[in-house]
């Protein structure tokens, strides 16, 4: 058995600096934290309302990542073209974007008067901005990309011979792609989910310039930290340690099979 | 022989750490600036005053902040080194006076009145307050945590108008970009908004017994440069004819 290689000496001293880094602001919430009046202020019908509606519509918004990223995905993975380029970028761009540019840049094409908005108003009944479905489309419009990223890298990872093989003794594609390719994917899309829900979660920019600010609507968590900010800080610091808890509580138990890791 | 990739990287690094610290111990020309925090409403004027101060205060150097007035407090209250705050209420001056920082009273530099905003020619055929209730509307304001939403509703309250925001939005700014987006019909904001928006959104007026007044205070502050006379200088000519004509342009009424 060979032995593990040693890290380097000189790497501890930065290793430890960028843990401690994201350790502090986790200690400062804590140590500011009204600890005496936590539960009241977590019962609050307030933090019900945001913590439920943030938890449907990052699912929501997951669901449609998974149902529309995993073959954009696969398309992408698929080949090399200008085409395929072309759409790898227009995918990132949220990822780069600020997101209340995001945020406006819906308004622009799915709002009110916006390029397709005013032809849907009347097939769906409602206008999108101001109402939940508009806060799950802001969320799936910052998160899809970091799946659709995530699984286009563990596809074309892939080793190709087994599709192949599943091929040549006659699957079609489709029977390739469901009994051969998803089932080699799994780890990936795993973390391609928790990637694009964590986001889903933490998204604040493009929902409250798309979707809005109103309790029991659209006023997600974030949204409800954001506001409580500005008048209540420490339900604000309660909301955040709730969301901390909510991310330890679903990261913690996934770390195995979820998380990317050896 | 180069250096294995890692240890070359660490290496950097270290050096970077060592000398950083270093070079930051140097007095920098930046610590001289004035620190002037204002809200957000205030952003033109504002801008304009600092410009005009300048060419009486060569040495001066001004720096501006803009964001909601409640924001501003927060980073008061969390340690930012601010010279001058200007606050669009007294309720948020209040609490930036409970922190001791403050090194006089503060003074009402400027008044402001709302006014309703609607769509470019006022497709819905909204006259006044009374409309914002109407079922076919869809209005927004901004939170009640932000001065101009507390005083909309405010005024709503006095006037016995119901009026559902579609969404409590943090600053007069977003308010007046929903409005001239067209997604939402009306918005209740400062007339110095609706003035300095006017090619984008019409403004209807408020009637005089159904508007809110509100009032600016400015103040200085003892946790910026305490030595610098930058600071109490600006204050002045905020106060002073050539500051009120300043903010006279950009719609705001005398204290």
Redesign the interface.
Known sequence: MTPAPRF?V??W??AA?AAAFFLLPLVGLCQRAPWSSLATRLASPAIRDALWLSLQCSAAATTLSLLFGLPLAAWLAAGSSRLRTAVRVLVTLPMVLPPVVGG?AM??AY???GLIGSAAEPWLGF?L??TTPGVVLAETYVAMPFFVLAVEGGLRGLDPRYAEAAATLGAGPGRVFRTVTVPMLLPTLRSGLLLAWARALGEFGAT??F?????GA??TMPLAV??A???D?DAAITLSLLMVGIAAAVLFPLRRHWLPSR | MPLPLLRRLSLTTLTLLITLPGACTKPTPAAEKTMVFAAASLTAAFEELAEAFAQGHPGARLDLHFAGTPQLVLQLQEGAAVDVFASADQANMQKVVATGKTTAAPATFARNRLTIVVEKGNPKGIAGLADLSRQDLRVVLCGPEVPAGRYARQALDQAKVAVASRSDEPSVKAVVSKVALGEVDAGIVYVTDAAGAKDKVDAVAIADEQNVIASYPIVRLQCGHAEDPVGEQFVAFVLSAAGQAVLARHGFAAP
């Open positions: 380097p000189l790497l001293l930065p600096l406006v308004l622009l709002g009110r008067n206008a901005p101001f409250i310039t979707a809005g600010n109103l309790a659209t006023r954001y506001t900010l500005e008048t800080p």
